[in-house]
């Protein structure tokens, strides 16, 4: 009995010190093609096809998080995952990428996070480390999907298109 419950000690010891450091994907995309008029657009159908593609995507990768700016297109182009993957999206501002990185780099389990054209590589370029950066999307590219892998030791960066997938 005592041997079983020494075990049980050192399996949950085990346990807590190994899920720090398992390694996770981030997966950092722009928001789906949006409507041209106001400050505040709403998606193309287009768009709402590509937020469904997205969660298809995504839908045996293990999100735990997911991540928007507080904008009406990349809210609508996470909804279909977040609610596949039956987690809240959390809001962050995309003026300010250091409190995110470090929450990124903290949380356990796979996260998705979503922004706009002249964030998302910005956003990645934090996980490239000494490799070529990425340049920042022009407004007609949407396709582009940032793998970043974290390990504890290490990370790299790959982009990806939908069509990959």
Known sequence: ????????????????CTSQNQPK?????????????????????????????????????????????????????????ATAAGVEIQSYDPRNHDPLVEQLRSLEGNILVVGHSNTVSQLANYFVGEGEKFADLTDLEYDYIYIVTLAPNSSSVIRKVYKDF
């Open 1 to 16: 009995m005592r041997n079983l419950l020494l075990l049980f000690v050192l399996a949950v010891i085990f346990g807590s």
């Open 25 to 81: 994907t981030i997966y950092i995309v722009r928001h789906a093609e949006k409507q041209l008029e106001g400050s505040d657009p709403e998606l193309l159908y287009v768009g709402g096809v590509r937020a469904k593609k997205l969660s298809q995507i995504l839908e045996n990768q293990g999100i735990e998080h997911v991540f928007s700016t507080d904008y009406k297109r990349t809210r609508l182009t996470v909804e279909p995952t």
